[in-house]
Nanobody, 126 residues
């Protein structure tokens, strides 16, 4: 079992930056691929970014490519999402998720992830 706790959300002006963190419990974090998703009010939870177990491969939704960067520090059991050039349409609750079945990961489907955090709110004002 893995527990995930997100932090780093908040209110930021359009064009600003935030860095989200997701801290994982357990000794098997380094064997999991990880992903970030987001859910805006009255909308489905959608894929944002994913990273494989080692951090050598990443994958992004088109809507965030070039603005967001996913990374991980396995020594700290933490995955990050650096968000730059934020837009009002990035406003959502952001969730991190762990894929225990395939360390190579890079899955964009919610169904491929086994563990989820509670989410952190990101609000971008125009």
């Amino acid at each position: 079992q893995v527990q995930l706790v997100e932090s780093g959300g908040g209110l930021v002006n359009s064009g600003g930056s935030l860095r989200l963190s997701c801290a994982a419990s357990g000794r098997t974090f380094s064997s999991y691929a990880m992903g970030w998703f987001r859910q805006a009010p009255a909308k489905e939870r959608v894929f944002v970014a994913a990273i494989n177990w080692s951090g050598s491969s990443t994958y992004y939704a088109d809507s965030v490519k070039g603005r967001f960067t996913i990374s991980r520090d396995n020594a700290k059991n933490t995955v990050y999402l650096q968000m730059n050039s934020l837009k009002p349409e990035d406003t959502a609750v952001y969730y991190c998720a762990a894929d225990r079945d395939d360390p190579r990961g890079l899955q964009r489907s919610r169904d491929k992830y086994d563990y989820w955090g509670q989410g952190t709110q990101v609000t971008v004002s125009s």
